[in-house]
DNA sequence: AGCAGGACCTGATGGC
DNA sequence: TGCCATCAGGTCCTGC
C-alpha cells in the first residue's frame, strides 16, 4: 500500500523515536517476513545493535545500525510499523516485534503477508534487488523533463506502466500515478513514447507536486495506511481521481471512469485526459 | 529485451 | 445469514 509519501511520513515519525535506542529483543512471529538472513541469526544477533538514523530510498525504508549494518524493510501493501513507548496488544498480524532496551517497542504488522525484512552489511546492500534497481528519486536533480525525453522514448508501453515502473523513477504508485496524470491531463493509456516535451513537462511537474502535497498531508489512508505513531494520512481528501470513479470530475463536472490499465484499476476523466 | 499476467496472502464488500 | 466472486495501494517470476 504505501507509496513514497507513506513510507517518508513513517521514516520521519521513526526518525524522531528510533536514533540511540538499543535492541533488546527480537520476536519472529512469522517467519515469512524475514528474508535475509536467517530468522535464529536474525533473532539472535540483533539484540545488543543500536539505531544510529532512518532512512528512505523509493518505497524501501532503511534502518542504519551502530555496526555498519541496515534493516531494509518493504511494507508492500499492508505492512505497517508502529512505534510504542510502551507495549501494545499483539494480534494475528502482528509479525515481527523489536523490544529496545528502555522497554519502547517497534511492531511490524501486515495483513497480507506480502512485507519484507532484511538485515544485512550496507556495503551488501545491492543484493537486495528492488533496492539496486531503483530509478532516481523524484525529487532529486537527476529526475527532470530531461531525463523523462530520454526515457520514455525507448518504451513501448503505456505511460501508465512506466510510472509503475520503479526502474524509471523510485516511489510511485498506483495512487499518485492516477493523481498526476490526471493532474498533467494526460490519459493512462497513452503510448510512453507519444507524449511531447511540453506534456512531459506538465508530468513532472505534476509529480513533484502531488508527491509533496502528501507528504505535507502525511500520506493518503485509503484503508490500511498508518504512520509510525498509528495515526492517519491526510491526503484522501484531496485526492482528484482515484477511487472517484462516477463522481463529477472536479475539473470539468464529467463523470471519473475507471479502467484497467497495466493490470490496475485506473481513474480518469475522459474529457480532461487526452 | 521488454512486456503482460499470474503468484504471493488475507480481508472487505457486494450480489444472489 | 451464508456463500461466492471480485477487488485491494506492490513486487517478483514466468513465459510469450
Known amino acids: 500500500m504505501p507509496e513514497l509519501p507513506e513510507v517518508e511520513t513513517i521514516r520521519r515519525g521513526l526518525e524522531k523515536v528510533l536514533p540511540g535506542r538499543k535492541i533488546s529483543k527480537v520476536d519472529v512471529r512469522y517467519s515469512g517476513s524475514i528474508k535475509m538472513p536467517t530468522v535464529s ?14 532512512g528512505r530510498r523509493g518505497k524501501y525504508l532503511q534502518i542504519f545500525l551502530d555496526n555498519e549494518s541496515v534493516l531494509v524493510i518493504h511494507l508492500r501493501m499492508t505492512g505497517k510499523l508502529i512505534f510504542s513507548f510502551t507495549p501494545l496488544t499483539i494480534d494475528k498480524h502482528t509479525h515481527v516485534i523489536f523490544t529496545f532496551s528502555d522497554h519502547s517497542v517497534l511492531y511490524f504488522n501486515d495483513i497480507r503477508k506480502f512485507g519484507t525484512i532484511y538485515w544485512l552489511p550496507i556495503k551488501r546492500m545491492y543484493e537486495i534487488k528492488g533496492l539496486a534497481c531503483l530509478g532516481p528519486e523524484p525529487f532529486s536533480p537527476e529526475f527532470c523533463p530531461g531525463y523523462m525525453a530520454e526515457k520514455l522514448a525507448k518504451k513501448k508501453t503505456t505511460i501508465k506502466a512506466v510510472l509503475l515502473n520503479q526502474e524509471f523513477v523510485a ?20 503510448a510512453a513514447a507519444s507524449l511531447t516535451q511540453k506534456e512531459m513537462a506538465a508530468l513532472y511537474r505534476a509529480i513533484c507536486e502531488v508527491l509533496q502535497e502528501a507528504i505535507n498531508c502525511r500520506g493518503t489512508t485509503m484503508s490500511d495506511y498508518r504512520d509510525a505513531t498509528g495515526a492517519y494520512g491526510g491526503f484522501q481528501q484531496l485526492l482528484r481521481v482515484y477511487r472517484r ?30
Not at 184 to 189: E, L, R, S
Open 41 to 54: 541469526k536474525f533473532t539472535a544477533k540483533l539484540p545488543g545493535r543500536r539505531v544510529i538514523k532512518i
Open 171 to 190: 516511489g510511485l504508485g498506483n495512487i499518485y500515478v492516477d493523481e498526476a496524470l490526471f493532474r498533467a491531463q494526460i490519459h493512462p493509456q497513452r
Open 245 to 274: 470513479s462516477g463522481k463529477a470530475c472536479l475539473v470539468c463536472g464529467y463523470p471519473i471512469e475507471r479502467i484497467i490499465v497495466a493490470g490496475r484499476g485506473t481513474h480518469y476523466c475522459p474529457n480532461c485526459q487526452k
